[in-house]
């Protein structure tokens, strides 16, 4: 049987329903699961972007011995991963530093292999202490030294060993709370546990070694940077939803103040400094992380010459035309 949908569809019985009071209109419509648009129990729309997350710091001094304590205590045969996650004191909240991006920090002892999975959330990993570590990305074993950023993107097979004698300590960065907002989480463990057929290499465009970052930051030094003296990005983006600039701060000279509708997670990978967010000084060192949300306003200022790496979701804010930035 065809039918005509061209055709207008036949009206639908709108006589009132017998409702006689505001009381009994609101208790008709909530009954089918529906609020009326003006007189909402929490606001749809706002003048500009909540400040529901706030501003953090994670020191990697207090982290690290709790960490080297859980080497003792957590092996890998009960960890998949042995790592801490930083979650945003923000009122309920349990998991992301941020709104879309977690940071973690991870430790591999010298022996341990973190088995190979893969996930729909795209990852990476800053280096900060350790040598003799390798990561599998895809078959392609890249080594981790300290400085160095590697990328592991979405669906990606990934796995980490440690054939040193040094802890190695990283952080990670993920994107988890965002496939968590739009649901779309796959995760996979390696059947067999790791990948076999593994080539050794360079790590390619997934890998960011700390001597280029160097090098590119010195090119561009004295340039005009907003919350930099020297800027330079890892990638273009690095991952479809996030993006990495690592940022060189001169001490004494005071970063100029912005503010952005992009989350930013800062990692101290040198030096010592003061990021002022929205009001509040937040004092830093190596290895600490820094939670700046959307539409703080923040500048930094380094004590000592410093480098920061920035991961933050401005490929996801510029993909929808929702990147704002602002001087204030
Ligand atoms: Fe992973």
């Not at 400085?147 to 952080?171: F, K």
């Not at 739009?182 to 960011?208: I, N, R």
Request: glycine share 8%; with cysteine.
């Amino acid at each position: 049987m065809s039918t005509d949908l061209l055709a207008q569809p036949p009206l639908v019985d709108a006589n009132p329903a017998a409702i006689g009071s505001l009381d009994e209109l609101y208790k008709a419509f909530t009954a089918l699961n529906m609020e009326g648009g003006w007189h909402r129990i929490k606001p749809a729309l706002w003048r500009e972007p909540a400040k529901n997350f706030l501003p953090f710091r994670w020191k990697y001094s207090d982290v690290k011995p709790i960490l080297a304590a859980a080497g003792h205590l957590i092996g890998t045969d009960k960890a998949e991963r042995r790592n801490l996650t930083m979650f945003n004191p923000a009122e309920g909240n349990i998991y992301p530093t941020v709104n879309t991006i977690v940071a973690a920090y991870q430790m591999v002892k010298p022996g341990e292999i973190a088995r190979s999975h893969r996930h729909t959330a795209n990852a990476l990993r800053l280096i900060l202490e350790g040598r003799g570590t390798y990561t599998v990305v895809n078959g392609q074993r890249v080594e981790m030294r300290p400085g160095d950023v590697l990328l592991t993107p979405n669906w990606a097979w990934h796995s980490h060993e440690n054939v040193g004698q040094d802890e190695c300590y990283w952080m990670d960065f993920l994107d988890v709370p965002l496939v968590h907002l739009l649901e779309p989480m796959f995760y996979e463990p390696h059947a067999e546990g790791l990948e076999k057929d593994v080539v050794d290499s360079d790590g390619g465009p997934l890998a960011f070694r700390w001597e280029d970052t160097v090098k590119r930051l010195e090119a561009v030094h004295g340039q005009d940077f907003d919350d930099a003296h020297a800027s330079v990005q890892l990638g273009d983006p690095a991952l479809k939803t996030i993006r990495l600039d690592m940022q060189r701060l001169d001490a004494g000279k005071p970063t100029r103040t912005c503010r952005t509708t992009a989350n930013i997670v800062y990692a101290v990978v040198r030096g010592k400094g003061t990021t002022e967010v929205d009001g509040s000084a937040i004092g830093w060192s190596f290895g600490d992380t820094i939670a700046v949300p959307a539409w703080r306003p923040y500048r930094h200022v380094a004590v000592e010459d410093a480098v920061l790496l920035k991961v933050s979701d401005a490929p996801v804010m510029a993909a929808f035309d929702w990147l704002r930035a602002s001087a204030r």
